[in-house]
């Protein structure tokens, strides 16, 4: 799912830019501090109101969101064109794929298969679903508050959508507890624009190959999508700004704590190919190693450099993605500290 997020992203937001000019760029030009800027005849917002955990927010296009929507009408072609045919790709190859073998509609309660870690894969997936279309909503001329309930409205469907596909798979069905975790995903998002101090809650996704860690990809799995085993999904804390204001100059605000959680090395027994020193029985019908992970994170918007709109709404995109850093890992049965989560170093008989 998080892969055809990603593409979601990359590819329906890029080509956005041809539909706006150097002239409509507000952010290129030397803009002085007042509560409202005109643009081309239409009020914005200031940067001072277009906020994301006290950092300023960028667009791709440059522009920042209009006080009263007023829909675009080539911006907003463009992204109905490009996200049909992203629509059209992803579900011929799912269909090909994961939902290959049809049959009538089930309910399926599925949430031992993954050792729960599919339903935090589905909060992430439907919260970042609906950044990504509140994003192209603002480009297309919707206002802030607009483009966020819709935005979540349009992610949570989309990821019904994939729910109901389920539903028809014979492999899969319709889980409830997936969606429940879909409409806490999308929900979540919204809550952020009305209480902004959620904003200091960032959910963050880590796909590492589980062989580059050691570890065995998820049996069985078909694609990224349903590899678990290869999946960590945290909470970032942005530290700074909870302090008070007299300890803030003790926490660097590029510097953050996450927890999170994965499922390594799941497998089902009935396919004969779970591997006893690598995975433990968790159920009869699932082993698998859960994980809880508390890490150092880095705050990319922070961290990074500003350089020009498009670099700075870069990194606010990829503030989502969780990169390696320092953690501890708690399992079942160990304890294990990593200097880079979650590769394992090795120097004589010391391991980071």
């Known amino acids: 799912m998080t892969k055809a997020i990603i593409t979601l992203l990359i590819v329906i937001l890029l080509p956005i830019q041809v539909a706006f000019t150097k002239e409509d760029n507000p952010i290129n030009q030397d803009i002085k501090e007042k509560d409202t800027l005109t643009t081309n005849k239409e009020q914005s917002l200031s940067q001072n109101n277009f906020y994301y955990a006290n950092n300023p927010r960028s667009l791709l296009s440059g522009n920042l969101p209009n006080i009263q929507t007023k829909i675009k009408p080539i911006p907003t072609a463009i992204i109905g064109a490009t996200y049909i045919s992203i629509f059209f790709l992803q579900h011929y190859g799912q269909m ?3 939902w290959k073998e049809q049959g009538e509609f089930n309910i399926r309660e599925d949430g031992r298969y993954a050792l729960y870690a599919d339903k935090a894969g589905h909060f992430f997936g439907a919260y970042l679903t609906s950044y990504v279309f509140s994003e192209t909503l603002m480009l297309a001329g919707f206002n802030w508050e607009h483009a966020s309930i819709t935005g979540s409205i349009m992610g949570l469907a989309y990821e019904s959508y994939v729910e109901i596909l389920d539903g028809f798979g014979v492999n899969w069905g319709f889980s409830p507890s ?3 975790a879909d409409v806490a995903g999308a929900g979540f998002f919204l809550a952020q624009y009305y209480v902004p101090y959620l904003q200091n809650f960032t959910p963050k996704f880590l796909y590492v190959p589980a062989p580059w860690h050691g570890d065995r990809h998820r049996v069985p799995s078909e694609m990224f999508i349903d590899d678990y085993s290869s999946h960590t999904i945290f909470i970032s804390f942005n530290i700074h700004n909870m302090l008070p204001k007299d300890f803030k100059d003790y926490w660097p605000s590029w510097l953050e704590l996450c927890f999170g959680y994965a499922a390594r090395n799941l497998c089902a027994p009935h396919t004969g190919l779970c591997d006893p020193t690598k995975s433990e029985q968790v159920y009869d019908d699932v082993w698998g190693n859960p994980k809880f992970v508390v890490a150092l994170d880095y705050n990319l918007y922070q961290l990074l450099p500003d350089d020009g709109y498009f670099w700075n709404w870069l990194k606010q995109s990829l503030n989502y ?18 200097l880079l989560y979650p590769f394992s170093i090795h120097i004589d008989d010391f391991r980071f």
């Open 178 to 180: 997936d969606f429940y």
């Open 321 to 338: 993605f969780k990169l390696p850093s320092p953690a501890i890992e708690f399992g079942r049965n160990s304890t294990k500290f990593y």
């Open 96 to 98: 090909n794929t994961i």
